[in-house]
């Protein structure tokens, strides 16, 4: 299995992006069934969970991007999204996908935003 992150790039401040991961290969049990997560990590900085949706769609964000960006899954496609807005220097990472469900877990390569100011 493998997830594959893509979407990334250069974009100046008050920009918008959209990330995408999608899956590959015979995953354990159906997409569906599992909690879906980006993370983003900083140069010198701990990895940190951006966004997540769960199964049944259930979406939370981490403070620092709630209002901006919006996590979305398309089960039929085994892709899941994120659309980031009002971006801001400091949203400046490597951002990964994750796909978690009991007895499985996988992540992506990760694909890099850098925002200008």
């Known amino acids: 299995v493998q997830l594959q992150a893509s979407g990334g790039g250069l974009v100046q401040a008050g920009g918008s992006l959209r990330l995408s991961c999608t899956a590959s290969?015979?995953?354990?049990?159906?997409?569906?069934?599992?909690?879906l997560r980006w993370y983003r990590q900083a140069p010198g900085r701990q990895r940190e969970l951006v966004a997540a949706i769960t199964d049944g769609g259930s979406m939370n964000y981490a403070d620092s991007v709630l209002g901006r960006f919006t996590i979305s899954r398309d089960n039929a496609k085994m892709s899941f999204y994120l659309q980031m807005n009002s971006l801001k220097p400091e949203d400046t990472a490597g951002y990964y996908c994750?796909?978690?469900?009991?007895?499985?877990?996988?992540w992506g390569q990760g694909t890099q935003l850098t925002v200008s100011s």
């Open positions: 994750n796909a978690w469900r009991f007895g499985a877990h996988y």
């Open positions: 290969g015979p995953l354990f049990g159906s997409y569906s069934a599992y909690t």
